[in-house]
């Protein structure tokens, strides 16, 4: 058996948790639904462990540790913050993290019915995080560069989708082509979560609760994140989110577009895989790509 293969079950993490943090092995275990790269298991009522499982390296789990703990207390939205560090081991060869539980429906299994507080939530929680970064910030890799370099993964994602399920190619194109001409982001790099979708959020009581996983957390263009307006915002709260960040040119619009058309793709794409059986696939992510993609062509 391979370590990506090794089975994660609740006995294993309540063996490990005995023998490197024995304080909270008594506390219940739960599995999360979900996780890919990472297996999520609740902790009692206000923790969670986070399992290193697909990712070939600890790099995400090793960036969260160091950067979420300085990003956590000026957000105003709750976030998972480590509490303690488990180490590779003989049991386990892998890196795991004990940090705090984010309560709330993620919102591939939710809804957002308050469209108005999602939107100024949204761009409340937007405008505390892009602050300038500092030089030791980790630096964007394949997330967060100008759309112009990503055209090979929005073609990949466009024509591995069913056409009938895209509906119109050309207006899809042209949203993309308008992100690719756009002017590229000249302001300093700023922090950015990187990888907003409907599975990175948590929602209550019809609006967002909630930001998890920043494993994809970089200093650059704040674009990445606004097109979660498109993402994220049930039709007709666009407007008003980039009203109250009041910080996004046109040019930065127009690049956050196209990358919401990408990552609507993206969605519709996993959604397929998880319809046909796929390994990975989600298929509740392809109804949520659908409507973000809807959203974005109609520039609402």
């Known amino acids: 058996m391979t370590d990506t293969e090794i089975e994660i079950t609740a006995d294993l993490v309540r063996d490990l948790l005995q023998e490197q943090h024995p304080d909270l ?43 979420l703990p300085v990003l956590a207390p000026r957000l105003p939205l709750p976030v998972p913050t480590p509490v303690r560090f488990g180490e590779p081991s003989e049991r386990f060869p892998k890196h795991w993290t004990v940090m705090t539980w984010v309560p709330g429906e993620p919102l591939d299994h939710g809804s957002i019915s308050r469209g108005a507080h999602a939107a100024d939530t949204l761009a409340s929680f937007l405008r ?17 560069a100008h759309p112009k370099r990503c055209t090979g993964g929005f073609e990949q994602f466009l024509q591995a989708i069913d056409p009938d399920a895209v509906g119109d190619v050309h207006a899809v194109r042209a949203v993309w082509a308008d992100a690719v001409a756009a002017p590229e982001w000249e302001g300093p790099s700023v922090w950015v979560h990187g990888d907003l979708h409907p599975a990175n959020v948590v929602v209550s009581d019809g609006t967002l609760s909630g930001v998890i996983d920043f494993g994809d957390l970089f200093a650059g263009d ?18 008003r989110f980039f009203d109250a960040y009041a910080n996004a ?23 397929q895989n998880g319809d046909r059986g796929l390994p990975g696939g989600k298929p509740n992510w392809g109804p949520a790509g659908r409507a973000a993609l809807d959203r974005v062509l109609k520039g609402v």
């Not at 505390?128 to 967060?144: N, Q, R, W, Y």
């Open 25 to 67: 092995a008594g506390l219940a275990i739960r599995e999360v639904a979900g996780g890919w790269g990472n297996q999520m298991w609740r902790l009692g009522d206000e923790l969670a462990v986070r399992m290193q499982r697909m990712d070939p390296t600890p790099e995400l789990q090793l960036k969260e540790r160091r950067w």
């Open 128 to 144: 505390a995080l892009h602050v300038e970064a500092p030089a030791e910030a980790p630096a964007s890799s394949h997330f967060g």
């Open 249 to 271: 040119d046109e040019a930065a619009i127009r690049r956050a577009r196209g990358l919401a058309a990408m990552k609507s793709l993206f969605l519709m794409l996993m959604g």
């Open 222 to 239: 704040p674009a990445w994140d606004l097109s979660a307006a498109w993402v994220l915002l049930p039709a007709g709260a666009t407007a």
